[in-house]
């Protein structure tokens, strides 16, 4: 079953009136969820008859939410109470016990949104909430993979450039690429692009970025491919606050159904809150002990962080190199409990020329399939099928090529 992806919930109000402690320890422990960092919540106690004497005299927010077990009577009585105070727009979710379609008709009936059965769980839940701003918000909503070097030098761009490529060429994805690396991005070289506009043009006007703005920022790189380039200008600092690249993230994840963030190696607000938004995160790591300490902090943090996704994924780099002391593979792994996604050999030639003439890994060497069997896992679709040539085509062709004279 195909997961589903989810946008982070819009900047909106919530609050929670709860009967039971268990409710609403489960919903404080939901704020915790990447998808659930932009809201305003707050939690109340006393159910339905506190919601109700809550907005006698205050204005409702975007969302109220109401865990009950009152009789049927009871719940339809007050939530026709609560309707009369309730401000335009404001949209309200039932938790109940029963699992009762004549209830949930009612509910409906008298413009209640949701009504959710206990036990609950986180991701139902969040995508309970993602639902009520359907209309407004996103309805295609794109992957983030975020790739992110253990420690600086260990080959996390180039991975992430060749492995978009890879996706966009080879497994037939469409996707884009944002170099985050002010200053020093390499996407531009390994792609061989020298774009007039970068994301350094965007950067006065982030919490204004549309798709038009998006549009502008994207160069083609082929069929599939678009590249969103780092300014490598050292003519002034690059200093961004925690959610200053939240708008430009949701804008492209709407537009592209798979988005490849190459994230310098800088542990700030704005990288850290990145890491942490991404749908899948791909660390890159060389076989020493600073990057196994460093991956294994970074992990730490990540799965505190997203306590409802996946754990990161590894990508171990740079193996085999002559003369210099590794910790092995099976070593690393153990130690950080992660099978790597893919080992990839030190081959200074190949990775060399590949830098050297803007190209990718694939186009030097056809036959290597390090970055396809990576592409294949992280969108979970093999190499696209070339159509098979028929021993008749050479006759067609000249056939095309006598009505077109």
């Not at 939901?30 to 106690?45: A, E, G, N, Y």
């Not at 409702?60 to 009871?74: C, D, F, L, M």
């Not at 379609?101 to 986180?122: C, F, K, T, W």
């Not at 799965?303 to 990161?312: E, F, G, I, S």
Request: net charge negative; aromatic share 6%.
């Amino acid at each position: 079953m195909k997961e589903r992806i989810l946008a982070p919930l819009p900047r909106v109000s919530i609050q929670v009136f709860c009967e039971s402690q268990q409710v609403a320890s489960f919903i404080q422990e939901l704020t915790k969820d990447r998808r659930m960092m932009r809201i305003q919540l707050k939690i109340h106690m006393g159910g339905i008859d506190a919601a109700v004497e809550a907005y006698r005299q205050a204005p409702t927010p975007n969302v109220i939410i109401i865990e009950t077990a009152s009789t049927r009577e009871h719940l339809i009585n007050q939530l026709d109470v609560l309707a009369e105070y309730c401000d335009s727009g404001t949209k309200v979710v039932v938790i109940g016990k029963s699992n009762d379609i004549v209830l949930y008709r009612e509910l409906r009936a008298r413009g209640v949104s949701e009504y959710l059965v206990q036990p609950l769980q986180p991701i139902d839940f969040i995508s309970a909430l993602s639902d009520l701003f359907g209309e407004t918000g996103v309805r295609n909503i794109g992957r983030i993979l975020s790739f992110f070097g253990a420690k600086g030098g260990v080959g996390a761009s180039t991975i992430a450039h060749n492995v978009a490529w890879t996706m966009a060429n080879q497994t037939n994805t469409q996707a884009s690429v944002l170099d985050l690396d002010f200053g020093f991005g390499t996407a531009g070289l390994n792609f061989n692009q020298d774009p007039s506009v970068t994301l350094g043009d965007v950067l006065r006007n982030l919490d204004r970025v549309d798709s038009n703005t998006i549009d502008r920022l994207l160069v083609s790189c082929g069929d599939k491919l678009n590249l969103a380039v780092a300014p490598a200008l050292l003519d002034r600092t690059y200093d961004f606050n925690e959610g200053d690249f939240d708008q430009l993230l949701d804008a492209v994840r709407s537009l592209v159904p798979l988005v490849v963030l190459d994230v310098p190696h800088v542990w700030s607000a704005w990288s850290r809150r990145t890491l942490v938004a991404s749908d899948e995160l791909i660390i890159v790591a060389a076989p020493d002990l600073a990057n196994l300490r460093n991956a294994r902090n970074i992990i730490d943090v990540m799965r505190n962080a997203r306590p409802n996704d996946q754990a990161p994924k590894l990508i171990l780099n740079m193996t085999n190199v002559q003369k210099r002391p590794e910790i092995s593979v099976e070593d690393f792994s153990r130690a950080l409990e992660l099978t790597p996604l893919s080992v990839i050999p030190y081959d200074a030639k190949l990775f060399g020329t590949a830098a050297n003439n803007g190209q990718m890994i694939s186009e030097v060497d056809q036959s290597n399939k390090t970055f396809q069997q990576i592409a294949e896992a992280l969108t979970g679709k093999a190499e696209a099928e070339k159509p098979k040539k028929s021993f008749l085509d050479p006759f067609f062709q000249k056939l095309s090529k006598s009505k077109a004279s």
